[in-house]
C-alpha cells in the first residue's frame, strides 16, 4: 500500500524556486522520509532525507510539518537538469517503495 | 569514486538461459540491494544483504538468486531465464539501514 500521496505533474520556470509535496498521515514516529529523484531511466539518485526536523544539503531543503503527515522539497533555482521524476518515501526498512512520484518539468 | 557499477549495462537472453548480473561499490557499505522496475510499477526490492556473507529476500524474489562473498560485491543470478524477467534491474548500496542508497546505472535485461 502506498504510504505517500505526490502530485502526478508539476511545472517550474527556470531558475525559480521548486516546491514539490507530499502526504504521509499515516507516518509512524521512528520512519524516516526520504526523496530521490530519477532522470531519463537512470538510477534513483537521493536528495535528501529527515525524521521531524527541516533539512538543508547542497541539493534541496526539506520541510516537515510539526505532526509529520506531510512534507515539502525545494529545489531553490531549479535548472533544466532537473527535470526528472521525483519520489517522496516513508521508510520502513529493508523496503525503498518507490511510487509513482511528481514528475517535474523544469521550462526554460 | 566509482560508487556503485553495474556489468554489464545491457543483455539480451533467450528463454531459458542463465546468466549473473554484477553489481560492486567501493564505498564500503555494508547493505546491498538489487531491485527491478518494470514500466509503471516502480522499484520493487528483489533480494537484500545485511553484510558479507548474508542474504535475505525482498518483495518478488522468486527466479532469481544472490550472494555475498565479498563485501564489495553483490551477484544477482537468473538460474532459467523468462519472458516475465525481462526488466531494468538496479543494484543500491548504503552505509546502515537507516541512510541513504545509493543506486547503480541499471542493467537493461530482456529475454526473448
Known amino acids: 500500500d502506498a504510504k505517500t500521496t505526490q502530485p502526478p505533474s508539476m511545472d517550474c520556470a527556470e531558475g525559480r524556486a521548486a516546491n514539490l509535496p507530499c502526504n504521509h498521515s499515516t507516518i509512524s514516529g521512528n520512519e524516516y522520509v526520504y526523496w530521490y529523484r530519477q532522470i531519463h531511466s537512470q538510477g534513483p539518485q537521493y536528495i535528501i532525507h529527515g525524521l521531524k526536523n527541516n533539512e538543508t544539503n547542497e541539493m534541496a531543503s526539506l520541510i516537515i510539518t510539526e505532526d509529520r503527515k506531510s512534507s515539502t522539497l525545494i529545489l531553490p533555482h531549479a535548472t533544466l537538469r532537473d527535470t526528472a521524476v521525483y519520489y517522496c518515501?516513508?521508510?520502513?526498512?529493508?523496503?525503498?517503495?518507490f511510487g509513482k512520484g511528481t514528475l517535474l518539468t523544469v521550462n526554460p | 569514486n566509482a560508487g556503485v557499477t553495474q556489468t554489464p549495462k545491457f543483455r539480451v537472453l533467450k528463454t531459458g538461459q542463465s546468466m549473473t548480473l554484477l553489481c560492486a561499490q567501493d564505498m564500503n557499505h555494508e547493505y546491498m540491494y538489487w531491485y527491478r522496475q518494470d514500466p509503471g510499477m516502480g522499484l520493487r526490492l528483489i533480494h537484500y544483504s545485511v553484510g558479507e556473507g548474508t542474504t535475505a529476500k525482498g518483495e518478488v524474489p522468486d527466479g532469481y538468486n544472490v550472494s555475498r562473498l565479498k563485501k564489495q560485491n553483490f551477484l544477482l543470478g537468473l538460474e532459467s531465464a523468462a519472458p516475465s524477467q525481462t526488466s531494468v534491474y538496479f543494484c543500491a548500496s548504503s552505509y546502515a539501514s537507516n541512510q541513504p542508497q545509493h543506486f547503480g546505472d541499471g542493467t537493461r535485461l530482456s529475454i526473448l
Open positions: 518515501i516513508v521508510r520502513v526498512f529493508p523496503l525503498l517503495t
